[in-house]
């Protein structure tokens, strides 16, 4: 059963970069998307993007001059990097697994990891 | 703004039915797939629904979806309050080359 632990700096600074990992255990890594979601306070799921197991990445075009995913095939692992954050990043953050990029369904998710953006 | 439209709330009491609408475009919901999410209060998203009607193992047949054309509906019969919970549909969008969810619904079992 696959499992989704994910771990970063719970507060950070306006202007610098946010960081979080997610590790994926008890499945396979390859042959699927993995994805991260955030989620303002109070507010509703925002997509952020995603990236294949072959490093294949997509983005929201909102964010997309700020975010970068990467993964390490090693360890089982994908980052998120947003840079040059402001209040306006503060969020709860989810990475995903997408079940199937042709049916377009996150199957399994982690807890989130709770991000405050600090003046 | 989302690009996928829910209604923000919806209410009933135990036992009832009730329905959350999920409206889209062409590029999203009128040729992809859709799925529901279930959030709980405090908690990450579950998938409740996939590929606009199928649910995961344990899932209760009590949830259901469907959709027509750019819009998806998801139904939930005999309504208990643990079913209390803000309900999100999701999809690709072929047009923006992303995922997109609607606003979301929070659901008050009376």
């Known amino acids: 059963q696959v499992q989704l632990q994910q771990w970063g700096a719970g507060l950070v600074k306006s202007s610098e970069t946010l960081s979080l990992t997610c590790a994926v255990y008890?499945?396979?890594?390859?042959?699927?998307?993995w994805s991260w979601i955030r989620q303002p306070p109070g507010k509703g799921l925002e997509w952020i993007g995603e990236?294949?197991?072959?490093?294949?990445?997509n983005y929201n075009s909102s964010l997309k001059s700020r975010v970068s995913i990467s993964l390490d095939t090693s360890q089982n692992q994908i980052s998120l990097k947003v840079r040059s954050v402001t209040a306006a990043d503060t969020a709860v953050y989810y990475c995903?697994?997408?079940?199937?990029?042709?049916?377009?369904?996150?199957?399994?998710w982690g807890k989130g990891t709770a991000v405050t953006v600090t003046s | 703004q989302s690009v996928l439209t829910q209604p923000p709330s919806v209410s009933a009491a135990p036992g009832q039915r009730v329905t959350i609408s999920c409206s889209g475009s062409?590029?999203?919901?009128?040729?992809?797939?859709v799925s529901w999410y279930q959030q709980l209060p405090g908690t990450a998203p579950k998938l409740l629904i996939y590929?606009?009607?199928k649910r995961p193992s344990g899932i209760p047949d009590r949830f259901s979806g469907s959709k027509s054309g750019t819009s998806a509906t998801l139904d939930i019969t005999g309504l208990q309050t643990g079913d209390e919970a803000d309900y999100y549909c999701?999809?690709?969008?072929?047009?923006?080359?992303?995922?997109?969810f609607g606003g979301g619904t929070k659901l008050t079992v009376l």
């Open positions: 995903a697994r997408v079940g199937s990029n042709f049916y377009y369904y996150m199957d399994v």
């Open positions: 008890g499945g396979s890594f390859s042959g699927h998307y």
């Open positions: 990236i294949y197991h072959n490093g294949e990445t």
């Open positions: 062409s590029p999203n919901v009128g040729n992809n797939y």
């Open positions: 590929e606009n009607h």
């Open positions: 999701g999809a690709w969008d072929s047009s923006l080359s992303a995922g997109v």
